[in-house]
């Protein structure tokens, strides 16, 4: 069992997905996303998922937060069936949401009002929240007065405020540089050690997914894309991001998946690259 999983608060896990098929269109022109998956994320379990462009790792994410439905096969969260936007997830995309005629302050607070919050008990919880994600001076500034790491940063406090207890994050930080990259998820490490909620982060880079994750879970080339391995990640928490990429253990576990990777990788770009073993 992972070092988050370990500490969960309930025996069942906080996602489950059985023999889960997805497929888009009809007749000749189906497409089969991906095919026979099983997959579980324990309660406190951050749990990252790699694999080739286009193999469908979305696809689980949105299966799990209830905007597809599978075409065969079961995802349940916490043991029941999803039929419908999953409530208790929170989602956080590659490109914000934000809105532009708001302030930070507002679009946080949205996230509260439209679950019925009064808006001063909902401004007063987003500032709290962009203080904890060291946005305090930068509450009234518009979206296009921010960086993109700024953006991001009051994009998390927006999806965190309404307390989800399981966070699904589709590359969300794919479009900042490496050094905002890093500091994003030192921030979201420690976020998520205050109560560790269950995590699904689907990341096409494999040193972020290492250096984030507890469980590391390979997805093979597409069309048909299944799980083709899952590593065990075995790095002290806390975690800096930047530090654990120099444990010599981070580097053999980086070894280990890009063996399972490599060649799924390769499958989904055809004969345009060639790579030696």
């Not at 309660?43 to 790792?57: D, L, M, N, R």
């Not at 921030?187 to 109560?195: E, G, K, P, R, T």
Request: aromatic letters at 6%; a neutral charge; proline letters at 5%.
């Amino acid at each position: 069992m992972s070092e988050g999983a370990a500490g969960g608060a309930s025996a069942g896990p906080a996602v489950s997905l059985a023999d889960v098929s997805v497929a888009f269109g009809t007749g000749p022109a189906r497409y089969r996303a991906v095919e026979h998956v099983d997959l579980t994320v324990s309660e406190g379990e951050f749990v990252a998922i790699v694999g080739p462009t286009g193999c469908g790792k979305s696809t689980l994410l949105n299966a799990v937060a209830g905007l597809l439905t599978p075409a065969a096969g079961r995802v349940c969260v916490r043991g029941r069936p999803v039929a419908g936007i999953t409530a208790e997830a929170g989602y956080l995309f590659q490109q914000d949401a934000l809105m532009p005629w708001k302030t930070a302050e507002a679009n946080v607070s949205v996230a509260l009002e439209v679950m019925g919050a009064g808006r001063a008990e909902a401004a007063a919880q987003a500032r709290q929240w962009l203080a904890r994600v060291g946005l305090a001076r930068f509450a009234e500034r518009y979206p296009h007065q921010l960086s993109g790491g700024q953006r991001k940063r009051v994009a998390l406090a927006q999806m965190l405020i309404r307390n989800p207890s399981i966070l699904l994050m589709d590359e969300p930080f794919g479009p900042l540089d490496a050094q905002t990259r890093g500091l994003m998820g030192d921030l979201l490490l420690s976020l998520w050690s205050a109560d560790r909620k269950a995590v699904l982060f689907v990341t096409h880079d494999l040193e972020e997914a290492i250096a984030l994750a507890d469980r590391v879970v390979v997805m093979s080339a597409g069309p048909s894309s299944r799980i083709v391995a899952e590593h065990l990640i075995d790095l002290p928490r806390p975690r800096a991001t930047s530090e654990i990429r120099l444990d010599p253990r981070f580097h053999a576990i980086q070894r280990a998946i890009w063996n399972d990777l490599r060649d799924e990788v390769m499958k989904a770009y055809g004969d345009q690259f060639s790579v030696e073993a």
